[in-house]
């Protein structure tokens, strides 16, 4: 990426080489939290670090602050599988299908997350 | 109060939390220097984090400090009011950030000290000053876990980190013993078996020249103090009593 930054006289513009390079060098992080016992892992951003550990730290620091989650996790943003928009399309749409739905039941407040 | 590890012979205990206290609000405002500098945004973010809780230990210490001298002193005055030489916070502290490599050595030195100094704190008769412990030990501890990542990785990745952070060990080391004669013999030989291990790890070298620095403790400060506390108490040294 190249963009317009003021120098001034003798100044070279080697911020722009370093963010690409860091850019290069910090892989990405998905990190997933955990708010308290008995639910699910919730994505909730991503962020760059250089290995699993600081990555962690990194979480912590960037989405938890004071309220710490119950559990974090992070993973490696290559390591996540997706399929591409157009197969998405392809996919059965449950609303054309409404024999599918539970709608006709009632959820029992007791049961909670569902 | 005879068991209070902080209360030496000539110092009240106000004094000695003060002097705790603005160990906390200068490293705060240094570590302050960074936002917007530091390597990568999430290390803006987490140094920052570090100076605020840092500076919420302060807040703490300086509000019991005044309660307890028992003149009417709030943290404000505390913090806003005072010169130079009646800040008794350790050299370390004050010591320019310097390069990544010097703040996370900095970081490392003092947040094992903290870690000793909170944890002693636990037994102490009084409540107040245990509960600001308690909750200072968390917060010290990770700040250890985050100063000393950084210095594994700093001390053991290139050659130019690897000298960055051996520069920042020389040159900061003169100012542990300062530090680390308030500490028990047990915790300072704690202090000395985390360092050496993180150091270790990194590839780092405790350095042989036994020179060190004191008297913050006294007041007598490094070049460095003077400058932090012109930018940082102008505000109210021009505008007394301003609140917003």
Request: glycine fraction near 8%; charge should be negative; charged fraction near 25%.
């Amino acid at each position: 990426m190249t963009y317009d930054v003021p120098v001034a006289p003798g100044e070279s513009a080697v911020v722009e080489e370093r963010a690409e390079l860091s850019a290069e060098t910090w892989p990405m992080w998905e990190v997933f939290v955990r708010a308290r016992r008995g639910i699910a892992h919730v994505h909730i951003g991503s962020l760059h670090a250089a290995d699993a550990e600081t990555a962690l730290q990194n979480a912590r620091d960037v989405y938890t602050r004071r309220g710490e989650g119950a559990s974090l996790w992070v993973v490696r943003s290559s390591e996540v599988h997706a399929f591409e928009p157009e197969e998405i399309s392809d996919f059965v749409d449950a609303n054309e299908k409404p024999y599918r739905l539970a709608t006709t039941y009632d959820i029992p407040d007791e049961v909670g997350h569902m | 109060m005879s068991a209070h590890p902080l209360v030496g012979h000539h110092l009240s205990e106000a004094e000695h939390l003060l002097a705790h206290a603005d160990d906390n609000l200068v490293l705060a405002q240094r570590l302050g220097e960074w936002i917007s500098r530091a390597p990568e945004l999430e290390e803006d973010i987490a140094i920052g984090n570090i100076a605020l809780d840092h500076l919420g230990v302060a807040r703490a210490l300086y509000t019991r400090a005044g309660e307890l001298e028992g003149l009417g002193r709030g943290e404000d005055d505390f913090a806003m009011s005072r010169p130079e030489r009646e800040y008794r916070n350790l050299l370390l502290v004050e010591q320019p950030n310097g390069d990544f490599a010097q703040t996370m050595v900095r970081g490392l030195f003092f947040d094992a000290y903290q870690v000793g100094l909170w944890d002693g704190m636990a037994g102490v008769d009084d409540t107040e000053l245990t509960g600001i412990a308690g909750r200072a030990l968390k917060e010290a501890r990770y700040h250890l876990l985050h100063s000393s990542t950084w210095v594994v990785r700093l001390g053991d990745g290139t050659d130019e980190s690897h000298r960055r952070a051996q520069e920042a060990v020389d040159r900061l080391w003169r100012y542990t013993d300062e530090m680390l004669e308030e500490l028990i013999p047990i915790r300072r030989h704690a202090w000395g078996r985390v360092v050496s291990a993180v150091l270790a790890e990194a590839t780092l070298q405790v350095p042989e020249d036994p020179y060190q620095r004191g008297g913050g403790r006294r007041g007598l400060h490094s070049e460095h103090l003077g400058p932090l506390l012109a930018e940082m108490q102008w505000m109210q040294r021009s505008y007394a009593g301003l609140r917003w």
